[in-house]
């Protein structure tokens, strides 16, 4: 389900959402926004305008903080797993 469906759904919903559903959907929604801002702007940035170049590398940069801070995260999982005393579990 595409995330303006889940928004939409969420508004006329009388269920109350978790704050990490909320911060779940709230990050799609954000990723999708940045995602359309660098795909939209590309085509002008090419041509070497200014404000669609700006526009672009912003949200490419929004971006790869958001992926650089998720490895992160999962990477702590992980660890924290294998310090249980969990690794035979993992592959």
């Given at each position: 389900m595409d995330s303006f469906s889940k928004v939409c759904r969420d508004t006329l919903s009388f269920d109350e959402?978790?704050?990490?559903?909320?911060a779940q959907l709230?990050?799609?929604i954000r990723q999708f926004y940045l995602k359309s801002l660098c795909v939209f702007h590309r085509k002008y940035m090419v041509r070497g305008d200014p404000f669609s170049t700006?526009?672009?590398?912003?949200?490419g940069q929004q971006l790869v903080s958001i992926f650089i801070e998720s490895t992160e995260s999962?990477?702590?999982?992980?660890?924290?797993?294998?310090n249980v005393g969990c690794s035979r579990i993992l592959p």
């Open positions: 959402k978790s704050e990490t559903e909320i709230d990050g799609e700006k526009s672009c590398v912003e949200a999962f990477h702590k999982e992980v660890s924290s797993i294998e």
